[in-house]
């Protein structure tokens, strides 16, 4: 009775007109920031931080929750047709989106996106309302042993991404870790892998790592004459719709990726990007057309674009009942609500309800606003690959230049974008797929710090990594999802119980006794 008279509070606080238009406003940019590569929900909250100061504390928040998601719905669009991720989280959806755009496919994956994203942020919702309380709780059971095995299991999640091979994978994950110790090391103030250059003393980017590897890549393949010309393609509304057939194959691989999501954005420090490489390599190994990822299934950009949304929705779990951002834009977030004289934390429901449940039922207006606005402008989005080469490649150049400088407006970044586009194009040239290399920069500097804090507080005992349930249950399932990326079950079958149980007696030897 409690959870609907909090839902009856949250809908008096969500359905009031200011609010919706707040809300409106803030998916509406969001979508608008996340097509744009480079800029990210990060400077849009940034931005509009000034704003929400002349607004009550939960339009203000309504408002840049939906920038925060909304930029999670348009970060697929860049993806799937450029091949440029908007957003870091979707950077995986470039896997199976574009070879879906290049065989003609774009307004049916941009359909998919829409369909995924809006379940996803959907089904994170009733996981808020169901079990915040439950989640924040179990949240607060991670030390920081349980945190750096939650980054191995990522990790070797990404390497299983890799449609040339979980070798191949590793070591490109293993090459993006090495690019995240770029910098200053945060324990010893030592400069590390800088060679000298004073602009590389802060690390790079992940901004100018992804619109390389991604953007500038694709664009130097495309000039050699690797894509095919869109021009001439002919769209109708009917090729937008899954048939039944489609339909059915995304059904289950969006129930797994929003739970994945959901259970990663209540982790601090995870969030989108980790939940959509761990859905996606996990839904690439249970499928039963597991050889068409990386080739356009649509399975492939539905269970990435489930996951990041869900994660988007439940990240405001440990956000507002525990205080801890699990991002910089979360700790944005913490900030708003700071700046109107609100702490974040375990008495947030019980101290402000109406501002906690109306964010809460303003997710639900919010993401359909979104789907309204998606679907209807895919024909318009389409149309985009019908524009020469000629003219958008190098506008698509010009933006990622545009985006990557007003990071820091620094000119070194964008030579650092272009170097590694060349990078990213000699690895696909040799079959490596620059997406777990990205996964392993991301992760690389986050392990090391849990890491380093868990053997501080075990004092230098590395078994503290065994010894925790918790641990140890996430180490066992990153040394089994590696073994199932090295053998088929099959063969582990066969080595387990011996070939014998799999194939049967032998046959009897017509010149033996």
């Known amino acids: 009775m409690d959870l609907f008279a909090n839902l009856a509070l949250g809908l008096e606080t969500a359905i009031s007109p200011i609010t919706l238009l707040y809300c409106f406003i803030g998916v509406f940019l969001g979508t608008f920031i996340g097509v744009l590569p480079g800029v990210g ?4 909250v940034a931005m509009l931080l000034p704003v929400s100061f002349h607004l009550e504390p939960a339009t203000a928040l309504v408002m840049l929750a ?12 860049a993806s799937i047709l450029l091949n440029i991720p908007g957003t870091p989280s979707s950077s995986v959806t470039c896997l199976d989106g574009y070879p879906m755009a290049r065989q003609g496919r774009a307004g049916l994956a941009l359909f998919a996106t829409s369909m995924a994203s809006f379940f996803g942020a959907i089904f994170g919702v009733l996981v808020i309302v169901l079990l915040a309380p439950k989640l924040a709780d179990f949240a607060l059971l991670f030390q920081p042993a349980e945190y750096f095995s939650v980054m191995v299991l990522g990790l070797i999640a990404a390497s299983v991404v890799s449609s040339s091979g979980a070798l191949r994978g590793l070591m490109m994950v ?17 400069t590390r892998f800088t060679a000298g250059i ?24 495309s000039l050699r004459g690797a894509t095919q010309s869109y021009a001439g393609a002919r769209l109708s509304w009917r090729g937008f719709f899954p048939n039944a057939g489609e339909w059915r194959r995304s059904a289950l691989p969006a129930l797994r990726g929003s739970g994945i999501g959901a259970f990663f954005g209540t982790l601090p420090g995870t969030g989108q990007t980790v939940a959509s490489f761990v859905g996606y390599a996990l839904e690439k190994r249970i499928n039963r057309n597991k050889e068409t990822f990386g080739k356009g299934a649509i399975e492939g950009v539905v269970v990435p674009e489930a996951a990041n949304n869900a994660a988007a929705q439940t990240a405001f779990i440990p956000t507002l009942t525990l205080g801890i951002p699990g991002s910089t834009t979360m700790a944005l977030m913490i900030g708003a609500l700071m700046i109107h004289g609100i702490t974040p ?3 947030l429901i019980a101290e402000h309800p109406d501002l906690f449940w109306g964010l809460i039922v303003s997710f639900l207006f919010g993401n359909l606003f979104l789907l309204i606005l998606n679907v209807p402008l895919i024909g318009l989005w389409v149309r985009l690959l019908r524009i020469p080469h000629h003219y958008l490649y190098p506008t698509v150049i010009v933006i990622i230049c545009v985006g990557v400088y007003g990071i820091s407006n620094a000119l070194s970044d964008v030579w650092l974008a272009l170097g590694f586009g060349f990078l990213g194009y000699m690895l696909r040239l040799f079959r490596f797929e620059p997406a777990p290399m990205l996964i392993g920069f991301v992760l690389g500097p986050m392990m090391e710090e849990y890491f380093r804090r868990a053997m501080l507080l075990s004092r230098g005992d590395p078994m503290v990594f065994l010894e925790r349930p918790g641990s140890a249950a996430l180490l066992a399932a990153g040394a089994a999802l590696l073994l199932f990326a090295t053998f088929s079950p099959k063969q582990i079958a066969c080595r387990i119980w ?16």
Do not use: H, T, W
């Open 41 to 44: 929900p990060l400077a849009a």
């Open 66 to 77: 939906g920038v925060y998601y909304g930029a999670e719905y348009g970060g697929s669009i």
């Open 174 to 190: 293993c090459l993006g870790i090495l690019l995240g110790a770029i910098g200053i090391d945060v324990n010893s103030g030592e």
């Open 198 to 221: 004073p602009e590389l003393r802060d690390g790079v980017s992940l901004v100018v790592v992804a619109m390389g590897l991604f953007g500038v890549s694709e664009v130097m393949v």
């Open 345 to 347: 934390g375990p008495r």
């Open 498 to 513: 011996g070939r014998k149980s799999q194939q049967g007696p032998a046959p009897r030897s017509s010149d033996g006794p």
